[in-house]
């Protein structure tokens, strides 16, 4: 399997994104990423780093296919959080930032 392979993989069957939820969580255009997944355009350097900060993923398993997909040290609800996250709207998502920003404040982390 392929890089780009992988990347299609990871947004389909790991993640559960669409073509737009998953490239605009690494700020890229659908276009972009669906010529990305077909092969079209090679994978750039800002995209990889970008995927694999934005998701957790190991740069290992996207370039070599060596696993496991995720970091370790990630928690998988974290990538689950950022799935839901990806599907709210902008005005759901500046609600829930003030809601975090209050729990943070509850906690006494900020």
Excluded at 30 to 46: A, C, F, K, M, V
């Amino acid at each position: 399997m392929e890089p780009y392979e992988r990347i299609r993989q990871l947004r389909k069957k790991n993640l559960g994104l669409t073509l737009e939820e998953f490239s605009n969580q690494i700020n890229i255009s659908r276009s972009n990423l669906g010529n990305i997944e077909t092969g079209r355009i090679g994978l750039t350097e800002r995209v990889l780093t970008d995927i694999c900060r934005t998701f957790q993923v190991r740069r290992e398993w996207i370039e070599h296919g060596t696993e496991p997909i995720f970091e370790c040290n990630s928690d998988p609800l974290d990538a689950e959080i950022l799935k839901l996250y990806s599907l709210l709207t902008d005005d759901n998502k500046k609600y829930l930032y003030g809601y975090m920003q209050r729990l943070l404040e509850e906690q006494g982390e900020i």
